[in-house]
């Protein structure tokens, strides 16, 4: 069974750092592009950062950009978002997903989300 999970998520301080980690058991993650995604409360889910399938190639919405980094370790079928300088408005659900492309629609699988609140 595929699927995709989640850890890492926390509470911060604003200025703080946490590192999210999207773990894939029943398929390769090198095979798929994988996104991060987060949903705040009473708010549409939104794109955060994607890193393409095979190349690497790293994507990253506007408002992460220089705070967030997106990381592959093939060796332990994983995805890392290094989460750096977190504002509130970072507070939400992180969702990563598995894909055929970055910035299509179609997702494969689905995590099961991990809270991030950044508050003092």
């Known amino acids: 069974q595929s699927q995709l999970v989640e850890s890492g998520g926390g509470v911060v301080e604003p200025g703080g750092s946490l590192r999210l980690s999207c773990a894939a058991s029943?398929?390769?993650?090198?095979?798929?592009?994988i996104g991060w995604f987060r949903q705040a409360p009473g708010k549409e889910r939104e794109g955060v950062s994607c890193i393409s399938r095979s190349v690497g190639t790293k994507f990253y919405a506007d408002f992460v950009k220089g705070r967030f980094t997106i990381s592959r370790d093939g060796a332990k079928n994983t995805v890392y978002l290094q989460m750096n300088s977190l504002k509130p408005e970072d507070t939400a659900v992180y969702y990563c997903?598995?894909?055929?492309?970055?910035?299509?629609?179609?997702?494969?699988?689905w995590g099961t989300g991990t809270l991030v609140t950044v508050s003092s």
């Open positions: 997903a598995a894909k055929n492309l970055c910035g299509t629609n179609g997702v494969d699988y």
């Open positions: 029943g398929f390769t993650l090198n095979s798929h592009a």
